[in-house]
């Protein structure tokens, strides 16, 4: 290897990593060093932030630049410092309980002011580093610590909420699924903007297997599709299944049966601007459709912290003000004697 080629290895430390083994967040934590490394990215141009949970602790294992924030505070930290350093790639790493329940605001807000951000959310749809509570995407009727015969709440979808909140770039994929992780992730790194990158989790302690039904290999190919832009939404273990629109609505068919075949199917189009038909490829659950993994949006938009820099520039090549002593001597001056 020569001496110019990053690897993942420049990205870890020596510290040790203390989530329970078996969790997907070391999947995860692998994928983002494996993507860093393929991006070419330098360490010291990289800087992670997170909140409070137990994805947050990913700063701490990391070789970058990091920050360890307060509950649902990560985005404003992240913001602030993207728009004071636009030169840093920074990431943001957080949860369903610290994205969407106490940092929901800050998390909807960055998103709709388009601040070029890498937003990781791991949801496994419970409140681990407190030991077990619902959250704020656990389903209807979840039994859990703080809800024992069920939660009568529904969940967000975290697709959804994304899009809801103007959001150009969101994606989903599998924590043990590393392979796509990575190309996940550095499609997001490549996007300008704010990209939000949804992993689906697993908590081995207080929620194991929660997305099983979809990951298991047995059912995985025909209950989950990947979508790529420009190409067909086929899925199914004999790639014999795809989407087609009846109407308004998508519909799961299979190819060769009613007449339909392989240019009935609809093509996936991550670019479009107009994010009706993203929308509903987001909203997509099993057993009715297929889950959604994949860049499900990828559209371009004015990028706020490129907008922030340009107006300072704007001001100052306007401005009279060149000098910290034109400063102080604009206005109303005087002298005392």
Not at 103 to 118: A, E, K, Q, S, V
Not at 216 to 230: S, V
Not at 299 to 320: F, M, P, R, T, W
């Amino acid at each position: 290897m020569s001496e110019n080629t990053i690897s993942h290895l420049d990205f870890k430390n020596d510290q040790s990593v203390k989530w329970c083994p078996g969790c997907g967040d070391h999947a995860i934590l692998n994928s983002v060093q494996k993507a860093m490394a393929e991006l070419g990215c330098k360490k010291e141009e990289v800087a992670v932030v997170s909140g409070i949970g137990c994805s947050s602790r990913f700063p701490y294992y990391m070789s970058t630049y990091g920050f360890h924030t307060i509950h649902g505070r990560g985005p404003a930290i992240a913001s602030g410092l993207k728009v004071a350093n636009p030169k840093l790639k920074v990431w943001q790493i957080t949860g369903d309980g610290d994205a969407l329940a106490i940092g929901g605001n800050h998390f909807i807000h960055t998103i709709r002011r388009n601040i070029d951000l890498n937003i990781i959310l791991f949801n496994n749809r419970i409140y681990g580093l407190t030991k077990g509570q619902y959250s704020p995407t656990s389903q209807r009727g979840f039994v859990s610590k703080s809800s024992p015969f069920g939660t009568v709440e529904y969940p967000f979808r975290p697709g959804e909420l994304v899009l809801g909140a103007r959001g150009y770039f969101f994606a989903r994929c599998i924590d043990k699924d590393l392979k796509h992780q990575v190309e996940v992730m550095k499609a997001a790194a490549k996007h300008e903007g704010a990209s939000v990158i949804e992993v689906l989790q697993n908590c081995v302690i207080f929620n194991d297997q929660i997305h099983s039904e979809i990951t298991d290999k047995e059912h995985k190919a025909d209950r989950t599709i990947y979508l790529e832009h420009g190409q067909p939404m086929i899925f199914g273990k004999n790639r014999d299944k795809g989407l087609i629109l009846e109407g308004l609505n998508l519909k799961v068919v299979t190819i060769g049966e009613n007449g339909i075949t392989e240019d009935d199917i609809l093509v996936h189009d991550a670019h479009c601007e107009d994010m009706t038909l993203q929308m509903k490829l987001t909203d997509m659950e099993y057993p009715n459709f297929p889950v959604a993994l994949g860049v499900i949006r990828d559209a371009e938009a004015l990028v706020y912290d490129q907008c922030v820099q340009l107006q300072i520039e704007g001001i100052q090549e306007q401005s009279d003000i060149k000098s910290f002593d034109d400063l102080v001597r604009s206005g109303d001056t005087w002298e005392v004697e």
